[in-house]
């Protein structure tokens, strides 16, 4: 839910990092936060387990882009792909207002992708979503590894739907990370003006 301080000027944005285990979620926005200036981010928090493997959720706050004279504040948060954390992931999917899916290229990942994606959609019904509605990018991840098939397959696996933006990625290197997050940005600002103006 976008909240809007019109006092201090300031919109702030929920961006949430979606898809299942493994894929590269918190990978992505560890990228994200060695490339923004201190100035513009808070720490990053990170529930993880012993494992080094996402529990709760990770969260990173930063500071960018501008909405008219408004200071634009996103909020970035990963939920825990493996199965069991459901509940977790429906909590941090509430009031987003945008969703990066992370999805593994791997040719041995496709069923985990598919999964996660259709329990992405069913969570996004309980929290009153629209699938059609919410700005969506989906990143292919994990291009630099032998097993990764080709980027037009990911793509009819998901169904293809024209409002949805692609980009292929490799998070470690930070490739297609910091594209990914600019484009969700700029999605979930352009869909806000729409929104403003529908009110008026
Ligand atoms: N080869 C390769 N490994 C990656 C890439 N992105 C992430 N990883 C690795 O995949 C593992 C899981 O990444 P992580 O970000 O923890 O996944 P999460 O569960 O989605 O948060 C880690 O060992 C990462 O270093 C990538 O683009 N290429
Ligand atoms: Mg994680």
Redo the contacts with the bound molecule.
């Keep these: 839910m976008t909240l809007v301080n019109y006092a201090k000027k300031e919109i702030t944005c929920k961006l949430v990092y979606y898809?299942p285990?493994?894929?590269?979620?918190?990978?992505?926005l560890q990228y994200i936060y060695s490339k923004i200036p201190n100035d513009k981010r808070g720490e990053m928090t990170s529930l993880a387990t012993e494992m080094?493997?996402?529990l709760f959720f990770d969260f990173l706050p930063v500071d960018l882009g501008k909405i008219g004279n408004f200071n634009a504040k996103f909020q970035l948060y990963?939920v825990p792909?493996q199965v069991y954390y459901d509940a977790t992931r429906k909590l941090v999917l509430q009031g987003a207002d945008g969703v990066v899916f992370?999805a593994d290229s791997q040719a041995d990942r496709i069923e985990d992708n598919i999964e996660s994606f259709e329990n992405f959609i069913i969570n996004l019904k309980e929290n009153n979503i629209d699938i059609e509605e919410i700005p969506l990018v989906i990143q292919f991840?994990?291009?630099?590894?032998p097993n990764a098939i080709e980027t037009s397959v990911l793509k009819e696996a998901f169904g293809e739907n024209d409002q949805w933006e692609y980009f292929e990625?490799?998070?470690?290197r930070g490739n297609g990370v910091i594209e990914t997050l600019k484009k969700s940005m700029f999605l979930i600002m352009k869909d806000l003006a729409k929104k403003f103006n529908r009110k008026r």
């Design positions: 898809g285990g493994r894929s590269g979620k918190t990978t992505n080094d493997r996402t990963t792909g992370v991840n994990k291009r630099d590894l990625s490799v998070a470690t």
